[in-house]
């Protein structure tokens, strides 16, 4: 006999709410049907309603931990739609504040991870370790979250003391090696609970079209930063991890080594950050009739935001914006089938969904 | 030739593509959007999403449907005179959200698909949320 168990929209298992209802068999998850909207604002459409400089703050609000992301994918779109282009120095900063962000995200994402395994002390650590990558964040912009970094044609503030974040990072980057990797990849509570656990495979996760680390755990190795890179990623060397499990402790993986990569990141885009300006300023802005598109590859996988404007208009006719948890979550479906019960809360968070991304 | 470059051809398209706003755009003519969702997956590109696009006056809606093949952005635009179009649901698969969030927001039908709620619940109304005017 089948029975269906809802959890959400308000669980204590979910960060935001959103609903999981369960089709179970004993204590088998038999199938599953997900329910959104919980969080819907309009923010689309209340990008029509604002002019250049609103719509940047307002899309920031789009998400809580990739804000500097939407910001720079709405920027990098309306900068082909004025021809403004960053100069080389604004580029290396928009390197550095979106690795900064990946660090934040999949740290937080261990954290809430480790909670929901019952690894409470990891769940401190990891925790104690993202208030070290939000104070860098807060060095830099001044913020914690919204940090009002980008503009159309570059960035607002400079990184004055590179040497200075160098030493952080380099901090940062011993603490997740002494820590963080070699626990969640070798403690048996962690292995216990993930291995195995909410596989998607290769082939649905490519029918999917699942991005980012869900992606890349499931053998699917794409990345934006490599495939089509932005802002200075074309300077930048680094690796892009693929596992081909395509369970939580490939999802785990994942993220634990593109912590390592986003460090050896930062560390040259530091070293090397050009001399220059910050932006091409704001006196030359204008806008043509058109539609643009730019993509990013943001901690949880692609962001694409499609805008359209009109020549004279103040404000643009369109903003869309496609984020990775609107297409990585229906994969949630899939990895909860024939999953015990008791696992759905980890399988639902290894994507690290953001359900207000994907109500927004 | 890159398989880029050879994609009109396969699609039947005499002009190439045009590169604007960081978009290698193509306008199909006569091919349906079911076609295109069937070369699409022949040459294993990435579904990525649609946009749709409320066209001033009667003009009805665009919808502009983006896949990325080998990290190029590809868009094939659609106009909708009434406020229906094909839907490619059962040809591809990640298609399933972002046609009912479409059709929740603007009450465009995707015709041979039923569709869940998404974002709205049962009952509410169709096209209020993202329709210049709601009707």
Redesign the interface.
């Given at each position: 006999m089948s029975y269906t168990i809802p959890m959400g929209p308000y669980h204590p298992g979910l960060e935001e709410p959103y609903k999981l209802d369960m089709i179970c068999e004993g204590e088998t998850v038999r199938d599953a049907k997900l329910h959104i909207g919980f969080n819907f604002r309009g923010i689309e459409h209340l990008a029509e309603t604002r002019n250049h400089v609103q719509v940047i703050a307002l899309m920031e609000r789009v998400c809580g931990i990739c804000s500097f992301i939407h910001t720079l994918t709405l920027c990098s779109a309306m900068e082909k739609l004025t021809g403004l282009t960053p100069p080389p120095r604004a580029k290396y900063i928009r390197v550095i504040m979106a690795e900064l962000e990946r660090l934040h995200s999949h740290v937080l994402w261990a954290g809430i991870a480790a909670k929901l395994m019952g690894f409470k002390t990891m769940f401190m650590t990891c925790f104690a370790l993202r208030e070290q990558v939000m104070d860098l964040l807060q060095a830099i912009s001044g913020n914690r979250v919204n940090y009002s970094m980008n503009r159309i044609g570059g960035v607002n503030r400079d990184i004055e003391d590179p040497q200075a974040l160098l030493r952080m990072v380099e901090a940062l980057e011993k603490e997740m090696l002494k820590t963080v990797i070699p626990i969640f990849t070798t403690s048996t509570t962690a292995i216990s609970r993930c291995a195995g656990v909410g596989v998607l495979t290769h082939e649905k996760a490519v029918s999917l079209g699942v991005v980012g680390p869900v992606a890349r755990a499931s053998g699917v190795a794409q990345d934006l930063r490599k495939a089509a890179p932005y802002a200075a990623y074309e300077e930048m060397e680094f690796d892009v991890p693929v596992q081909p499990a395509g369970d939580v402790t490939a999802r785990l993986l994942v993220r634990a080594l593109e912590i390592m990569e986003s460090c050896k990141i930062l560390r040259q885009a530091l070293t090397k950050l050009p001399p220059g300006e910050l932006n091409a300023g704001e006196s030359k802005i204008s806008f043509i009739t058109g539609t643009a598109t730019a993509r990013v590859e943001a901690p949880r996988g692609e962001v694409m935001y499609s805008v359209s404007w009109k020549e004279g208009s103040q404000k643009p006719a369109r903003v869309h914006v496609r984020t990775p948890t609107f297409v990585n979550m229906p994969a949630i479906r899939f990895m909860v089938q024939e999953a015990r019960l008791a696992d759905t809360p980890l399988i639902q968070a290894s994507i690290d969904p953001c359900y207000s991304c994907t109500d927004r | 030739m890159s398989l880029l470059e050879t994609l009109p051809e396969k699609l039947g398209v005499a002009d190439s593509w045009t590169e604007?706003?960081?978009?290698h755009w193509l306008t199909l003519g006569p091919m349906g959007i079911r076609d295109l969702a069937k070369a699409m997956n022949a040459v294993q590109a990435?579904?990525?999403?649609i946009?749709?696009?409320?066209l001033p006056g009667e003009e009805g809606f665009r919808l502009?449907y983006?896949w990325?093949l080998?990290?190029?952005?590809l868009?094939f635009p659609f106009t909708l005179p009434g406020k229906s179009i094909d839907s490619i649901y059962d040809l591809c698969?990640?298609v399933?959200?972002?046609e009912r969030e479409i059709h929740e927001g603007y009450a465009i039908d995707f015709i041979g698909r039923e569709y869940?709620?998404?974002?709205?619940?049962e009952g509410q109304r169709m096209g209020v949320?993202?329709r210049?005017e709601a009707e």
């Open positions: - | 604007t706003g960081g978009v990435r579904f990525i999403t946009t749709a696009i409320e502009e983006h990325d080998d990290g190029n952005l868009g698969e990640a399933d959200w972002i869940d709620p998404l974002l709205l619940r949320n993202l210049k």
